[in-house]
C-alpha cells in the first residue's frame, strides 16, 4: 500500500506544473496516471498549466481533513483495498452481531441467518 498522500506534496506539484514543463506530476501522485500521462502529451499547449493552477488552488482552498478523505480512498481504490470507514466496519460487526443472536434465539433459521449474512457481507464486495 502507497504512503498517506499529503496536501502540501501535492500543491506542490500542481504549481510545480505551472513553473516548468512537467506538467500532470500531481496527477501521477494523487493516483491518477492517465490524466497525468495526458497532461505531460499536452505539455506544449497552455492547456496542463491552466489546468495545474486551478488544481493548485482548488488544492490550496481544501482543508486538510477534505483531501485526506478524498484522496486516501482514491489510495485505497488504486490499491485494491476497500475504502471502508471505520463505522462502516463497527456498523456491519454490530448488524453480524444482532443477526447471530436472533439466531442464537431461535427468532430465525440457520438458513436465513446465511442469506442475511451474505447479504450483508456482499454490500462490502
Known amino acids: 500500500m502507497l504512503a498517506q498522500r499529503t496536501r502540501r506534496t501535492a500543491i506542490i506539484l500542481a504549481w510545480l506544473g505551472v513553473l ?58 488504486t490499491d485494491g483495498v476497500s475504502p471502508l470507514h471505520a463505522a462502516q466496519v463497527s456498523a456491519l460487526g454490530t448488524a453480524l452481531r444482532e443477526l447471530d443472536t436472533l439466531r442464537q434465539e431461535g427468532l430465525i433459521s440457520e438458513l436465513e441467518f446465511e442469506q442475511k449474512r451474505r447479504q450483508l457481507l456482499d454490500r462490502i464486495a
Open 20 to 77: 516548468t514543463p512537467l506538467s500532470g506530476l500531481h496527477k501521477f501522485y494523487l493516483g491518477q496516471p492517465f490524466w497525468g500521462a495526458l497532461y505531460l502529451l499536452l505539455g506544449l499547449t497552455p492547456i496542463p498549466k491552466v489546468a495545474c493552477a486551478i488544481e493548485g488552488v482548488m488544492l490550496l482552498s481544501q482543508s486538510s481533513e477534505d483531501f485526506a478523505q478524498r484522496w486516501s480512498q482514491a489510495s485505497a481504490a
